[in-house]
C-alpha cells in the first residue's frame, strides 16, 4: 500500500486528522501560499507558486483515496517482529543462555535473524518505492499547471488570447462540502471546486476562454464560456457575469460587486458622493459621482 505520510507532512496534519480539518487546513494553506499575495518579491513568489504545487498535490492523492475508499488513507509502518525490538545486549543474553541449554532453541534463534536481515531490504525497497510514487505525481502535478503558465511574451492585457484548458473531469461532490462558486467564495473555495486555474492575472483567474474575479481574496464576478464551463453554484440568483450592478439587483449583489457602503439605510446606500436607492431590497436607481463611480453598466 502506498504511504501518505509525506502527503500529511506537506499539508501539516498528524496521520489521524479527519477530512473536515483536513480541508480546512488546506483552504487555509493555499491562501497563504497564493502567489499574488508576493507579487512585489519574485523569489518569494516563486517559492509560493512551488508549494502551492505541492500543497495541492498533496490534497489531491489524500481526497482520491478518500473517494475510492470512503476514508483518509494512514500512513504505513511496517511492524517488526517483538524479538527484533529487543535490545542487542538482551538478545545475546538470551541466546548465550539458549545455548547452554539447548542447542535447538539457538538454532531457531538464529534463523530468526536470518529472517530479519532478509525483510529489512523489502522494507528500504517499498520506503523507495513510495517516495518515487511521491516524487512522480508531484513532477506530473509541476507539469500540468507549467504547460498552462503565461507566457512573458503575451501582453498582460490580452485575457482574449488565454489558453484554453483540457476539459476538467467530473468531482464527486463530497456531504457538506461547497459544491458550486458563488459570488464571495475565498481561493481555496475555488481551487477545491473548479481545480488549478490555466492562467492568472492579478485578480483574474482563468480558466481556458471562462475567467473568475477576485477583490480582496474573494469572487466578485465571472465570465463563462461554453467551451469551458464554470462550476457555479445552481442556487446562485445573480450571475455577476460583467462585475456590474443593475437596476433589480439586491442588496447581496451590490455589496459583492461594489463593496461594503460608507453609510447604508433600508432604502439609500451612501458611497461616498454616489449613492444607490433600493426597494422591497431591490435597485430602484442610483446617483453617480465621478469621484466615486459606481460599477453599473455604461
Given at each position: 500500500?502506498?504511504?501518505?505520510?509525506d502527503?500529511y507532512?506537506i499539508?501539516g496534519?498528524?496521520?489521524?486528522t479527519?477530512?473536515?480539518?483536513?480541508?480546512a487546513?488546506?483552504?487555509?494553506l493555499?491562501?497563504?501560499?497564493?502567489?499574488d499575495?508576493f507579487?512585489?518579491?519574485t523569489?518569494?513568489?516563486?517559492?509560493?507558486?512551488?508549494?502551492?504545487?505541492?500543497i495541492?498535490?498533496?490534497y489531491?492523492?489524500?481526497?482520491?483515496?478518500?473517494r475510492?475508499?470512503?476514508a483518509?488513507?494512514?500512513m504505513?509502518?511496517?511492524?517488526?517482529?517483538?524479538?527484533?525490538q529487543?535490545?542487542?545486549?538482551e538478545a545475546?543474553?538470551?541466546?548465550?543462555r539458549a545455548?547452554?541449554?539447548d542447542r535447538?532453541e539457538?538454532?531457531?534463534?538464529?534463523?530468526?535473524e536470518?529472517?530479519?536481515?532478509?525483510?529489512?531490504?523489502?522494507r528500504?525497497?517499498?520506503?523507495?518505492?513510495?517516495l518515487?510514487?511521491?516524487?512522480?505525481g508531484l513532477?506530473?502535478?509541476?507539469?500540468?499547471?507549467?504547460?498552462?503558465?503565461?507566457?512573458?511574451?503575451?501582453?498582460?492585457?490580452?485575457?482574449?488570447?488565454?489558453?484554453?484548458?483540457?476539459?476538467?473531469?467530473q468531482?464527486?461532490a463530497v456531504?457538506?462540502?461547497?459544491?458550486?462558486?458563488?459570488?464571495?467564495?475565498?481561493?481555496?473555495?475555488v481551487?477545491?471546486?473548479?481545480?488549478i486555474?490555466?492562467?492568472?492575472?492579478g485578480?483574474?483567474?482563468?480558466?481556458?476562454?471562462?475567467?473568475?474575479?477576485?477583490?480582496?481574496?474573494?469572487?466578485?464576478s465571472?465570465?463563462?464560456?461554453?467551451?469551458?464551463?464554470?462550476r457555479?453554484?445552481?442556487?446562485?440568483?445573480?450571475?455577476?457575469?460583467?462585475?456590474?450592478?443593475?437596476?433589480?439587483?439586491?442588496k447581496d449583489?451590490?455589496?459583492?460587486v461594489?463593496?461594503?457602503?460608507?453609510?447604508?439605510?433600508a432604502?439609500?446606500?451612501?458611497?461616498?458622493p454616489?449613492?444607490v436607492?433600493?426597494e422591497h431590497n431591490?435597485?430602484?436607481r442610483?446617483?453617480?459621482s465621478?469621484?466615486?463611480?459606481?460599477?453599473?453598466?455604461?
Amino acid at each position: 500500500m502506498q504511504d501518505y505520510s509525506d502527503c500529511y507532512a506537506i499539508l501539516g496534519l498528524p496521520q489521524d486528522t479527519d477530512w473536515e480539518t483536513l480541508r480546512a487546513q488546506y483552504r487555509r494553506l493555499i491562501g497563504q501560499w497564493h502567489p499574488d499575495r508576493f507579487s512585489a518579491d519574485t523569489a518569494q513568489q516563486d517559492l509560493a507558486e512551488e508549494r502551492s504545487k505541492q500543497i495541492t498535490a498533496a490534497y489531491q492523492a489524500l481526497e482520491k483515496y478518500r473517494r475510492d475508499h470512503g476514508a483518509l488513507p494512514p500512513m504505513e509502518f511496517a511492524a517488526a517482529p517483538a524479538d527484533a525490538q529487543r535490545p542487542r545486549w538482551e538478545a545475546g543474553t538470551v541466546s548465550g543462555r539458549a545455548s547452554s541449554k539447548d542447542r535447538s532453541e539457538t538454532g531457531a534463534t538464529a534463523a530468526t535473524e536470518r529472517e530479519l536481515t532478509k525483510r529489512r531490504p523489502r522494507r528500504r525497497w517499498r520506503v523507495a518505492i513510495a517516495l518515487f510514487a511521491l516524487i512522480a505525481g508531484l513532477y506530473v502535478a509541476y507539469r500540468y499547471v507549467d504547460a498552462w503558465a503565461p507566457n512573458d511574451d503575451q501582453p498582460k492585457d490580452s485575457a482574449h488570447d488565454a489558453p484554453v484548458a483540457p476539459p476538467l473531469p467530473q468531482r464527486v461532490a463530497v456531504p457538506g462540502e461547497p459544491t458550486g462558486i458563488s459570488t464571495g467564495s475565498t481561493f481555496g473555495d475555488v481551487y477545491a471546486i473548479q481545480g488549478i486555474p490555466s492562467l492568472t492575472q492579478g485578480d483574474t483567474w482563468y480558466y481556458g476562454r471562462s475567467q473568475i474575479r477576485f477583490a480582496q481574496g474573494v469572487v466578485i464576478s465571472w465570465d463563462e464560456n461554453p467551451d469551458n464551463p464554470l462550476r457555479i453554484a445552481r442556487n446562485q440568483s445573480f450571475q455577476a457575469h460583467d462585475g456590474h450592478f443593475k437596476v433589480g439587483s439586491t442588496k447581496d449583489e451590490v455589496r459583492a460587486v461594489q463593496g461594503t457602503p460608507v453609510t447604508e439605510s433600508a432604502t439609500v446606500w451612501d458611497y461616498g458622493p454616489s449613492r444607490v436607492y433600493f426597494e422591497h431590497n431591490r435597485v430602484i436607481r442610483w446617483e453617480e459621482s465621478p469621484l466615486q463611480p459606481l460599477r453599473v453598466p455604461r
